[in-house]
Nanobody, 120 residues
């Protein structure tokens, strides 16, 4: 069974930095598009950043210039470097990936989420 496991969340002061990671289980064939999403209390889940298999990235306007999405295909891992964090960045962050499993099927998978809290 495919699993995406996020890590790297925590409590940070405004202006600080965090680096999130999302690792896919080994029982996969390949990963296509990947992305980070977040959901704040009382709000809908929103896109933060995406990166396609060719490396092209896309960011929400609210994080442009502060966040950087990247991937290590050899490690089946997605990253999100978050700098200059603001209180409004507080949310549960989820990774999402289009994965082709060893059975040959391609589906979207979500991680379990990691909490990011920006507060003084």
């Amino acid at each position: 069974q495919v699993q995406l496991v996020e890590s790297g969340g925590g409590l940070v002061q405004p202006g600080g930095s965090l680096r999130l990671s999302c690792a896919a289980s080994r029982r996969i064939f390949s990963i296509n598009d990947m992305g980070w999403y977040r959901q704040a209390p009382g709000k809908e889940r929103e896109l933060v950043a995406t990166i396609i298999s060719g490396g092209i990235t896309n960011y929400a306007d609210s994080v442009k210039g502060r966040f950087t999405i990247s991937r290590d295909n050899a490690k089946n891992t997605l990253y999100l470097q978050m700098n200059s964090l603001k209180p409004e960045d507080t949310a549960v962050y989820y990774c999402k990936a289009s994965i082709r499993t060893i059975t040959g099927a391609t589906s979207w998978f979500w991680g379990q989420g990691t909490q990011v809290t920006v507060s003084s």
